[in-house]
């Protein structure tokens, strides 16, 4: 882990998305954090060591279904799968597809595996997998104010965790799509999928893979956008905690939604045509219920508690 020395910083971006509005002052404590997002290698331990069975290999419960087929409740998760040819950028249905048989263990279904991955991120975890490893390792998930000041590596608000070039001197500094998305990848990077999460250099302070690779859960409940600085002109937050607890408003759909934490710092599958969230400052709602192929995890522990 790497101790990431409290400060205030100014959270969020008006550059981008709406989500990440308004820009705004945070403080955060001190922090300890870990240097990498949690490996296969880290994530079996815990399994061995505690039999823990995660929610992507667990058959779902037809009374949660109600009219469902019976040949359809059956264990998995959504796995990447790309088309051959453009298709349309407003459905995701496109390039994602369930996968029965797909889990931490079997990353893209039946007949995969993690063997020769033991430092690659784990994947296919929902919300409390991340939080049942996390306990098991005396640690927490971090908030999304932690995580976002960590990921700028100590230099600001910047466009990226290394600075304002997405490829300073041509140099890859994270594992992000390069081509068309999602039906040509260059793998340019030298990845098509995930990577080590030592593969690309650390960021200022230390930390590798804040940016891509895979997206990382947040403790913090999912709100369309940031509180500004004038609603809060009495003082500056000291460590936030973002949304309110239990089912969220998507006012795109017009209906209540399954709850929904935020997920940070993009993934493998994050392209400039189409996703720039290979951010610090970029967040995204993933639905405390939904495991996929590029969405992991890491550890904080605060620092009154010790590493």
Known sequence: MRLIPGGTFRMGSDKHYPEEKPAHRVTVDSFWIDRTPVTNRQFRAFIEATGY?????????????P????????AGSLVFSPPDHPVDLRNFANWWSFKFGANWRRPYGKGSSIRGLDNHPVVHVVYRDAAAYAAWAGKELPTEAEWEYAAAGGLGQTEFAWGEELMPGGRHMANIWHGEFPHENLASDGY??????DAFPPNGFGLSDMIGNVWEWTVDWYSAAHIGDAAKA????????GGIEGESYDPCQRQLTIPRKVVKGGSHLCAP?????????ARHAQPVDTSMSHVGFRCVIREGDGP
């Open 53 to 65: 069975v995660t929610f992507a290999e667990i058959a779902p419960d037809p009374n949660d279904y």
């Open 67 to 74: 009219g469902a087929l019976a040949h359809m409740l059956k």
């Open 192 to 197: 098509a999928r995930t990577s080590p999460v």
């Open 234 to 241: 009495c003082c500056i937050p000291e460590n936030p905690r």
């Open 273 to 281: 045509n189409y996703c720039r969230r290979y951010r610090p400052a």
